[in-house]
């Protein structure tokens, strides 16, 4: 079993920042892809961005790109989602989550162990 732990929501204004972290615990494994979702009351998870089991290779959101930035650091078996320029259809609940895969990473279905999230609004 792996447990991640979202941590860094808040209530931020239009143009504000946030650094959300996900910390994997348990069973790690060491070559997972990560990545961060969303949800909205009432909407479906939708895919916010992804990182490779190394770091190198970072996957977005059209609608994220060149706001947010993704990283891990393997070392702490963290993730962190950077999140600035914020707008109010960012509000949320950001979830982590692990994955063996290596496509398809944008598909929640991918995706076998997740946090149970942080909450993200953004006031206009």
């Known amino acids: 079993q792996v447990q991640l732990e979202e941590s860094g929501g808040g209530l931020v204004q239009v143009g504000g920042s946030l650094r959300l972290t996900c910390a994997a615990s348990g069973r790690t494994r060491s070559r997972d892809a990560m990545a961060w979702f969303t949800q909205a009351p009432g909407k479906e998870r939708v895919f916010v961005a992804a990182?490779?089991?190394?770091?190198?290779?970072?996957y977005y959101a059209d609608s994220v790109r060149g706001r947010f930035t993704i990283s891990r650091d393997n070392a702490k078996n963290t993730i962190n989602l950077q999140m600035n320029n914020l707008r109010p259809e960012d509000t949320g609940l950001y979830y982590c989550?692990?994955?063996?895969?290596?496509?398809?990473?944008?598909?929640?279905?991918?995706?076998?162990?997740w946090g149970h999230g942080t909450q993200v609004t953004v006031s206009s």
């Open positions: 989550a692990t994955t063996t895969g290596v496509a398809g990473l944008s598909n929640p279905i991918e995706y076998d162990y």
């Open positions: 990182v490779s089991w190394s770091g190198v290779s970072t």
